[in-house]
């Protein structure tokens, strides 16, 4: 049996018994128990961490713990560029995308709406989610920290907040993807990549104020749904103008019950809404 001590830092503690956040705390270690085991038996999913340091030096989960050992362990880095010190995980993800839940379909959604390739489905169980993550290299987003423990997830979020909007805000900061956003890209409903469409293909579709006020519009291929910048629309772009200015406006405000309307709709310029 090893004796290390541990120091977990930031929202690292979130996790931990009471008596083990933000201090350095003392634990007995299973015989050849790797640094991975550890912090998840202390309740850390490893995909919530991004360094581990096993006295002052880099090391990976299946590092070894030997006694004496010192484990300081990190979350994501927002400010500092660590990349060469890492350890914990074989690479990135260049081109994030995501599998949700069965409980974070409003998120979901906000996420196809900026542009991100989101599967979900409300029928959608773990082995399925760990086998997304595994074949389609996607990164698993979750309130389930025991999902987020399995061996074969290695990119995952744990999401803390617990509204659509705020989980939206939330995953944006933490894995940096403003700069890779491409709204009004996807299909809210199907996840599928919409296309143009010359107005006069899709004319006999349109309600007539839309054929009237509008001259742009796209399709999904899946659901054959035609989308037209309307006054949903407009409520739409506010609230993708507010997560990618990393500010909460009054589009996304809890009271407003726009965001809701976003979350929820099956999509973002849809033919079967009768909107100016």
């Not at 705020?166 to 990549?193: K, Y």
Request: glycine share 6%.
């Amino acid at each position: 049996m090893a004796i290390a001590t541990f120091r977990f830092y930031e929202e690292l503690s979130d996790f931990l018994a009471p008596q083990h956040r933000r201090r350095d705390f003392d634990r007995a270690c299973a015989r050849a128990a790797t640094v991975k085991h550890e912090i998840e038996a202390l309740g850390v999913p490893h995909t919530e961490v991004e360094l581990v340091l096993v006295n002052g030096e880099s090391a990976g989960f299946e590092r070894i713990i030997r006694d004496g050992d010192r484990i300081a362990v990190y979350p994501k880095f927002e400010r500092f560029d660590v990349s060469s010190l890492l350890r914990v995980r074989d690479a990135p993800l260049r081109d994030p995308r995501f599998v949700a839940d069965a409980h974070l379909g409003a998120l979901a959604r906000l996420l196809r709406l900026t542009g991100f390739d989101t599967v979900y489905a409300n029928t959608i169980d773990d082995d399925e989610i760990a086998r997304l993550c595994v074949e389609e290299g996607r990164i698993v987003l979750t309130r389930d920290r025991e999902l987020l423990k399995r061996r074969t997830i290695t990119h995952g979020c744990y999401v803390r907040a617990l509204q659509p909007h705020r989980q939206l805000h939330e995953i944006f900061a933490r894995l940096d993807l403003a700069g890779g956003a491409r709204p009004f890209t996807l299909c809210l409903s199907c996840n599928v990549p919409l296309r143009a469409v010359d107005k006069e293909q899709v004319a006999d579709a349109l309600p007539p104020v839309a054929r009237q006020l509008y001259e742009r519009f796209s399709t999904c291929d899946a659901c054959r749904r035609v989308f037209w910048e309307g006054s949903h629309w407009r409520r739409l772009r506010a609230i993708v103008d507010e997560v990618l200015a990393g500010r909460e406006g009054p589009s996304t405000r809890d009271s407003s019950g726009t965001w809701i309307a976003a979350a929820r709709s099956a999509s973002p310029m849809s033919s079967d809404q009768n909107q100016s």
